[in-house]
């Protein structure tokens, strides 16, 4: 276990869903890259509250992980009303509103 | 009695409640006038609310003002309600719609009292997740999906990294309160620009308020003219303390200058994008964009008059801003589409109307004579106090631009013909009532400012 | 002294009545008389307080915005030599536009009408009320409301693009001046606390002093049309001739002078923005003039000629000779409001403006020739006319500084030039457009040019009274002349220049237009000495058309493409950038969340510390 | 360094990419399990109790959801995967070394020692009783709203 090689994975998860989120078309794709993001950044705060024994960071990753649950059911009962309404689930097909 | 301290809280909490029986008995409707009613008298409630602490939140005169700006902001989105849900016929949501809005209400009202970093975030998310429901109940519009899907997918990355900032907010104090003690530096700058990036999503700065235009256009008008204002003012209020409270006593003085970086940046993107536009909640939308660059100027002025001055600032933007959506919510209703077009010869339909949105203009432009006047002179005072400048100047010229687009509106809504064919019924009478009611305090606030500018800086306590 | 309130409040009542009952606007013609009764209220107002006034300076003040943490804001109205002059200025142009407006606007329909009328009197009492300001902030506030009732009256006839545009071109170039203006109210305010004129005028010389008199210079430029924020005016004669003879010539272009008069005793501290004022004065005075040397436009011709007159009180200004200025100010007003009346006239029985349209007018309309050549004679300065005397002590006031002065100089010849080559052009001469049937205006409209006529004829012998008023004003006690001992050549070599200028008109104008033959039948002497020296006529003319119409295409050019293209493009530019930036808001979701990884990675790197 | 470690760690940054390279969102979301359930294992040093809720109610909750919405959408795979990967990339690096270099500047731990359930549930339950008490609200609003979006609004198209 290495304080360095955690926050080094925890970047790796973070980067690799701003890579997902940024280049994914499928709405449930971008919804686990944010799934990732949200991981990775659990991931750095009990690794800070392990290291520095912060239980604080432990205390927010706990209601991270609810307040992502929450996000997550927000987010897809969204998706499946896009889905009814237009029948697309790629998110860059969905361009009606811009400018 | 400490707990009166949270009056309002237990009154909007009741007020869901029985929001909630209501909406469940079957009477949809009843359960928004009841929702608007709770909301006015929990923002009566106010007048009897002590200080104090109790739970961990604790309220004192400037959380007050705060919550006063959001309780009107809810109360007249609730009270223009029901005339919409009816006309576009989403009447039997027009329940959960409330219960929304009231949920959203409860966090940006717990985000304005809590003083611990824990709690910040769940507010901070309560005042989120909801919205993103709510902008998605016009189930007619695959517009409104869609704004409501971006909306959502923005507040869940921007969310990304405030939890990770807020995170690591708690390691530099080594407790979950707000404390300017300093225990581990190195995380103080980094916690706060993950903490902007999670702001500036909600309060829609530069370059994180790509979401507001998509947003603003698809979702049911009075949410808008909401979402327009209070979480906006929840955000920078609630930043306002945390710069005071934490990050400039434990020496990030740097701060002010990234907010006054993102400040200007904030006014020349807002103003500028504004300017095209030719679709009216758009325009709001940017020009809303705009509205908080000069926030920020305030904000980062870093002093207790800037403070004072934004909680103004925030007062006046509720008439003006949330009145001109309720005025575009009455162009809707009217069966007119919310463009240039659509509003051109409005004051040959309604001059009420008109002339209520050409003060609301006026004063959203900061014409002198009007209440917007007064809320930029005074963020300009406060921002020339600090000795920031460039911030001032480009503020006013800026201000030029944004009277381009304003009176353009005004230009076509007074002097261009009616272009749309088909007959346009009369606005409804409720919405026409409160927009003009906005209008009166925007025109007569204008003349006695001091009305409100005095509580503000009371309530700023410098 | 209570009698002010009357002066300022009467034209407000009115606009009052008119806005707020839309059956009495609705109606035309009781609006207006509505709108006159106020205006006459405030106009015998204005004479009783003249007769009245003690020489003292008298202040009403409140307390408007009692601030916590900031001084406080105080409004209020001072009545002194300056502003009761002024006052009477501003009510009698008023009165005597608004009565010739009834028979100029008879064909606009009622409602139409009303409008015209209620704008009026909002403009009024705002011009009133910047007079009576007792402080900065206040005139600010009335100043933008005069410049929204400008752009009102510009756009009156919005159904016509080219004034809906020109309204947006007199908006867009004040509002820079006026963003000057606020931000300079914003250094004194921030610095000093304060914004009322007697503390300001208490101050000492300081940097910031100089700033914010700077800033309050550029909203005078813009609102007094100096170079280059000159270019709205032109294009503002888009609006009704009677606007442009009261709001466009003068009272509120002349705002800008006034204001600057008024803060005399605070910009004699900063002799290098006076300095300033000067040249750029005088510049102005001396570009407009060449540019309406050119111009067809009967109008734009009054335009460049009050832009030019603007700058040459300016340069009085400048040469902190605050009593030239103010006359000049004085007579400037009467004569050009006569002036555009006049023109008003012979376009409302021509239905054009432009000059080489007209021709021969001088029989049909006799009333009008009559009055529109007392103004020409007062504005080219000739004796015993009020122009006279007001241009004559700007000469003198600025004969210290010799590029101005020599520019003021070769002004005046260029004033009468083109001054009398439009006399020439509209009212001598054989009618160049047969189909025409010119009438004289009716008496509604020959009235009130007459009452300003006799003023404009009398208004240079109450040259003491106005200085003497101005001594009673606020802060000008500790004010020294700027007038020294000046070489007694300057009047003559004025009037000569200016007489110089009526014959060149003639000469060269009236033989290069007109027919031979009936310039011989009419001139035949004088035509015979110019045919003997026909060689000379011939380099004047090349001499002309090298010289002065090349200086005139060139400043046209520059004025065109260079000031209007930079002002256009800055426009263009803002737009353009705003569509640009537009092309980022392309609606996919992916690509715009762009927004918030950029915001994030700007934040780290100020995070990082660079 | 512990060789089990550093296989976790391998597996868990093999399994994100698989998140977001896979072409099915089905195979994404198993990926996701993956990297969670290892993240999971990674939380067993550090605090037994997260790894208790990262692999039961987490991975379970979230994927259960996930895989309901896709069948529910009957839209599993798309005929492109990427939108502009390119650009995703390019952001990616920045935003990786800029935590990089933001978490650089952190000081070195003194001595991590793993977080005693007890001690962490005492800590939790008093200095975040507040915010546990918003939580509730915040999962109810949710509820709310995520039936308020599912539910027909009645004559709708």
């Not at chain 3, 304060?194 to 940097?207: G, M, Q, T």
């Amino acid at each position: 276990m290495s304080f360095r090689a955690l926050l080094f994975l925890s970047a790796w998860m973070f980067a690799t869903g701003i890579f997902g989120v940024l280049s994914r078309r499928h709405v449930v794709a971008l919804l686990l890259s944010i799934e990732l993001l949200f991981n990775g950044v659990n991931l750095a705060l009990l690794t800070f509250a392990w290291a520095y024994g912060a239980l604080s960071a432990a205390s927010l990753a706990f209601l991270g992980i609810a307040v992502t649950v929450a996000e997550v059911a927000v987010g897809l009962a969204i998706f499946l009303l896009v889905v009814r309404l237009t029948g697309k689930a790629a998110a860059d097909e969905l361009k009606q509103l811009a400018g | 009695m400490q707990t009166a301290s949270l009056l309002p809280v237990w009154l909007v909490l009741a007020t869901l409640g029985l929001t909630f029986l209501v909406d469940l008995s079957g009477r949809p409707r009843t359960a928004l006038r009841v929702a608007a009613l709770g909301g006015l008298v929990a923002l009566l409630s106010l007048i009897w609310t002590p200080d104090g602490a109790f739970l961990g939140l604790s309220v004192d005169a400037y959380v007050r003002f705060a919550q006063a700006v959001l309780l009107g902001a809810a109360v007249l989105a609730l009270l223009a309600s029901p005339p919409y849900m009816r006309h576009f016929r989403m009447e039997r949501l027009a329940g959960d719609y409330a219960l929304l809005l009231l949920f959203t209400l409860l966090g940006g009202m717990l985000l304005m009292s809590v003083r611990d970093w824990l709690a910040l975030f769940v507010a901070f998310e309560l005042l989120s997740i909801p919205l993103y429901a709510a902008a998605a109940l016009n189930k007619r519009s695959p517009e409104g999906a869609e704004g409501a899907l971006k909306f959502f997918l923005f507040g869940s990355v921007s969310s990304a990294f405030l939890l990770l900032g807020v995170g690591m907010m708690t390691l530099v104090s080594g407790s979950t309160a707000f404390s300017s003690v300093v225990v581990r530096e190195a995380f103080l700058p980094a916690g706060l620009a993950l903490l902007l990036v999670g702001f500036g999503f909600k309060v829609a700065m530069f370059p994180f308020y790509f979401w507001a235009p998509d947003v603003y256009e698809s979702a049911p008008t009075p949410l808008v003219a909401f979402l327009s204002v209070a979480p906006k003012a929840a955000g920078i209020l609630i930043l306002f303390r945390i710069l005071q409270e934490v990050v400039l006593p434990a020496g990030l003085s740097s701060a002010l200058a990234w907010v006054a970086f993102a400040s200007a940046l904030t006014m020349v993107v807002g103003n500028l994008l504004a300017l095209p536009q030719t679709h009216l909640k758009r325009l709001l939308a940017y020009s809303g964009v705009a509205h908080i660059g000069y926030v920020l100027a305030a904000l980062a002025a870093g002093t207790a008059e800037g403070a004072g001055m934004s909680l103004f600032y925030f007062t006046v933007y509720l008439f003006s801003n949330m009145g001109a959506f309720l005025g575009v919510a009455a162009v809707e209703m009217m069966g007119l589409s919310p463009t240039l077009e659509g509003v051109a010869g409005l004051y040959r339909r309604s001059p009420a109307l008109a002339m209520s949105f050409l003060a609301f203009l006026l004063s959203l432009g900061g014409i002198p004579f009007v209440l917007g006047f007064w809320s930029k002179l005074f963020v300009f005072f406060a921002a020339a106090q600090a000795g920031l400048w460039v911030l001032v100047f480009l503020g006013a010229l800026l201000a030029v631009v944004a009277l381009f687009y304003y009176l353009n509106v005004a230009r076509w809504m007074l002097i261009v013909e009616e272009m749309q064919e088909e007959p346009a019924g009369p606005p409804p009478a409720a919405v026409v009532a409160l927009v003009v009611m906005a209008a009166f305090v925007v025109v007569v606030g204008g003349l006695v400012p001091q009305v409100l500018v005095q509580p503000a800086l009371l309530a700023a306590g410098g | 002294m209570k009698a002010f309130y009357l002066v300022l409040f009467a034209p407000f009542v009115s606009f009052a009545l008119l806005a707020l009952w839309p059956g009495l606007r609705r109606s035309g013609k009781p609006a207006a008389w509505t709108s006159i009764a106020a205006v006459a209220v405030s106009l015998l107002s204005a004479i009783a307080l003249f007769f009245q006034y003690d020489g003292g300076v008298h202040e009403v003040r409140w307390v408007w915005i009692p601030l916590a943490h900031f001084p406080s804001l105080t409004v209020g109205f001072l009545v002194d030599g300056l502003s009761v002059v002024m006052a009477l200025v501003v009510a009698l142009v008023a009165f005597a536009v608004q009565v010739y407006s009834l028979g100029y606007m008879s064909e606009e329909p009622p409602a139409s009408l009303g409008r015209y009328y209620t704008y009026h009197s909002l403009f009024t009492f705002s011009m009133l009320g910047l007079v009576f300001a007792n402080n900065l902030l206040e005139a600010y506030i009335f100043w933008e409301l005069v410049g929204a009732c400008s752009y009102l009256l510009i756009g009156f006839w919005f159904y016509k693009p080219s004034a809906a545009r020109a309204a947006l071109k007199a908006f867009w170039t004040t509002r820079l001046g006026d963003v000057g203006f606020a931000l300079g109210i914003a250094v004194l305010f921030a610095h000093f606390g304060f914004l009322s004129y007697d503390k300001l005028f208490a101050l000492e010389p300081s940097h910031a002093l100089f700033l914010g008199l700077l800033g309050v210079y550029v909203g005078a430029m813009g609102k007094s049309a100096q170079f280059p924020l000159h270019i709205w005016l032109p294009d503002a004669m888009e609006g009704p001739t009677p606007v442009s003879a009261l709001i466009h010539a003068a009272t509120m272009v002349a705002a800008g002078v006034f204001l600057m008069v008024r803060l005399m005793p605070a910009l004699q501290h900063t002799p290098e923005l006076l300095h300033l004022v000067l040249w750029i004065g005088a510049i102005t005075a001396f570009l407009a003039a060449t540019m309406a040397l050119v111009e067809r436009d009967i109008k734009r011709v009054l335009a460049f000629s009050t832009i030019s007159q603007l700058g040459y009180m300016m340069a009085a200004v400048g040469a902190l000779s605050a009593g030239a200025a103010f006359f000049h100010l004085f007579t400037h007003a009467f004569f050009k409001a006569l002036l555009f009346l006049a023109a008003g006239s012979v376009i409302h029985a021509m239905h054009t403006n432009d000059m080489f349209a007209m021709g021969g007018l001088a029989r049909p309309m006799r009333w009008t020739m009559i009055l529109f050549l007392v103004g020409a004679l007062a504005l080219a300065g000739m004796p015993p006319l009020s122009g006279y005397f007001s241009k004559d002590e700007i000469l003198v006031a600025t004969a210290h500084a010799p590029v101005p002065f020599a520019l003021l100089m070769i002004t005046v010849f260029l004033t009468a030039f083109y001054m009398f080559r439009a006399f020439f052009l509209t009212f001598t001469g054989e009618p160049r457009n047969p189909e025409s049937h010119p009438h004289e205006s009716p008496v509604v409209m020959l009235w009130p040019m007459g009452v300003l006529a006799i003023l404009a004829a009398v208004a240079g012998f109450f040259g003491s009274t106005v200085h003497e008023m101005l001594n009673h004003s606020l802060g000008f006690e500790s004010l020294h002349s700027g007038e020294e001992h000046h070489p007694a050549w300057i009047p003559y070599l004025g009037l000569g220049l200016g007489l110089l200028g009526i014959l060149v008109a003639w000469m060269g104008y009236a033989r290069r237009i007109f027919r031979p033959e009936r310039v011989y039948a009419a001139f035949y002497p004088l035509a015979k000495v110019l045919e003997e020296r026909y060689f000379i006529d011939h380099i004047f003319l090349l001499l002309y058309w090298l010289g002065y119409n090349t200086v005139a295409t060139v400043v046209g050019f520059v004025d065109r493409y260079i000031v209007d293209g930079v002002v256009n493009f800055v426009t263009w530019a803002t737009f353009e950038v705003g569509k640009a930036l537009r092309r980022f808001h392309n609606g996919v979701v992916q690509d715009i969340l762009l927004g918030v990884v950029v915001g994030f990675l700007i934040l780290a790197f100020f995070a990082t510390g660079f | 360094m512990n060789p089990v470690f550093t296989l976790l760690v391998v597996l868990v940054m093999a399994a994100s990419l698989g998140v977001v390279l896979s072409r099915s969102v089905f195979r994404a979301a198993y990926f996701l399990a993956f990297a969670l359930v290892g993240t999971g294992f990674l939380y067993l040093g550090m605090s037994p109790i997260f790894s208790a809720v990262q692999i039961l109610l987490y991975t379970g909750g979230v994927l259960t959801l996930v895989i309901f919405a896709v069948m529910l959408s009957g839209k599993p795979e798309l005929s492109t995967v990427f939108h502009r990967p390119a650009q995703g990339l390019i952001a990616a690096l920045l935003v990786f070394f800029a935590l990089l270099s933001l978490t650089a500047r952190l000081p070195e731990p003194p001595e991590p020692r793993t977080i005693p359930v007890d001690v962490f549930a005492a800590y939790f339950f008093r200095e975040g009783a507040l915010a546990f008490e918003i939580l509730s609200l915040l999962l109810l609003a949710a509820l709310f709203g995520a039936l308020a979006v599912a539910r027909k609004q009645g004559g709708e198209g």
